[in-house]
């Protein structure tokens, strides 16, 4: 900037001397504020001149892939076992008789008893009001048709013996007829192996006749028990199927008379004589909510457990954990509870069931639908927007791309992203929060992403 300042001399020598005072303070001032206004504009143009860049920001990213993820629905119920008898005499009568356990002890809650089979036509004798015919022949059959079972299985355990015998003997015999053929062992040797393996022969033949004798003195114990307890039917209770005693309402001794006026499962419960459960299998009424209902078809599987805290814990390892119980849905109902508008579904369980019991409150996580083969992010990583569902996707050249998702179906842990993503992305799930669009980032620690939850 220039300033030109023309001060006609002039004029100054006809101005009196206290002018040229003044004359020179302004411009001195003058002077003074063109230098500050230049020093500004100096410093203002070197300060836009410079440019500070944002330190990369540290991430933790999480490399997208394939994998497995089911939807669920939640739910809980009463369990409830699959058969269950409530046990009465057909008359009023005093009770002579409480069934006995092989140690010689009374029958008693949480006891098992076992049920008619292919060769007993009734079940363990339980208890019997009065009549003392046959009873003393009942109970010595039924120890005897224990010991006769007993036999059979160890005849069946030597035949097992008696078949790996005879294998090591056969293979044992084509070893040494390969070398003997070749001259490397004598005659005796030879002649001591094959009478071996005749001999493992015999045995498996000899234990297979065992085997047979045993089966048939357990079918004529059993034959002979089912003649004996046929006068004993109507005064005496026998276990209709194998499994445990709940309730056992009878004393030796006490009279008894048929329950009446009952209508719930409860009152049944306290009021029969004996009550057996089948703890093999379980059915458990879940009550759901109609939105979840919508999704519940029968055959899906079922997970349960006393709490959810097992089940959430268990859902790494596929729920293949103590204390988790597998089961599918046996049936849905149509109709709406009038009371809470929900839909009954009822739930059976698979294989081991120690984990729960009869009367139990349990959790259940139905798997409504399993879908293979998609892409999943944990929840963590997923940011909305007015609603809208996006992640930042870190570029080659280590700056972020914001990338729009599409949402599937929604797991414990994770859910499906449908569009938005690609194989292979790298998606960061930790220190979103402190980003935006094509910010510059420093990646701390990669993860794999798929699997199967």
Known sequence: ?????????????????????????????VLAGLALAGYRI??????????????????????VSPGELSAWAFAEGTVEALQKAFLNFEQSGKV????????????????RVFGPNNDVRLGQLLARIDN??????????????????????EAEAGVHMAQNDK???????????T??????????????????????????????????????????????LNRATVNLEKTSLFAPFD??????????????????????????EAASAIVVVDDSRYEISLEVSEAEARSIQEGQPVYMAQDDRILYDSADTGFDQPGVVQGRVWSVSPALSLQNRSRQVKV?????????????????????????????????AISFRDGKPYVFVVKPDNRVELRWLSIGIQGLLSLEVVNGLQDGDRVVVRGQHLLADDSSVNVINELKAGGTE
């Open 132 to 153: 003392r015919e046959n009873t003393a022949e009942v109970v010595a059959l039924e120890a005897r048709l224990q010991s006769a079972r007993e036999r059979r299985k």
């Open 167 to 177: 294998k090591q003997a056969e293979k044992d015999f084509a070893r040494i007829e």
């Open 348 to 380: 059976r369980t698979d294989g081991d069931v120690q984990a729960i019991q009869d009367g139990m409150f349990v959790r259940a996580w139905i798997a409504t639908e399993q879908k293979t083969n998609v892409l999943t992010l944990p929840w963590q």
């Open 243 to 268: 499994g445990v005693i709940t309730a056992m309402n009878v004393l030796q001794d006490n009279y008894y008379y048929p329950p009446a006026g009952i209508s719930t499962n409860r009152e049944r």
């Open 1 to 29: 900037m220039y300033v030109k300042l023309e001060i006609d001399t002039n004029m100054q020598k006809n101005k009196q001397k206290p002018m040229k005072f003044s004359k020179v303070l302004i411009i001195s001032l």
């Open 179 to 224: 070398i003997y053929k070749k001259g490397v062992v004598s005659r005796d040797e030879y002649d001591r192996y094959r009478t071996g393996m005749l001999n493992a022969q015999v045995g498996v033949e000899a234990a297979e006749s065992s085997l047979q004798a045993a089966r048939s003195e357990e079918k004529g114990v059993a034959a002979d």
């Open 42 to 63: 100096q410093s203002s143009g070197d300060s836009a001149a410079v440019v500070y860049e944002t330190p990369p920001i540290r991430v933790d990213v999480l490399e």
């Open 96 to 111: 002579v008789h409480i069934g006995t356990l092989t140690d010689g002890s009374p029958l008693r809650e949480g006891v």
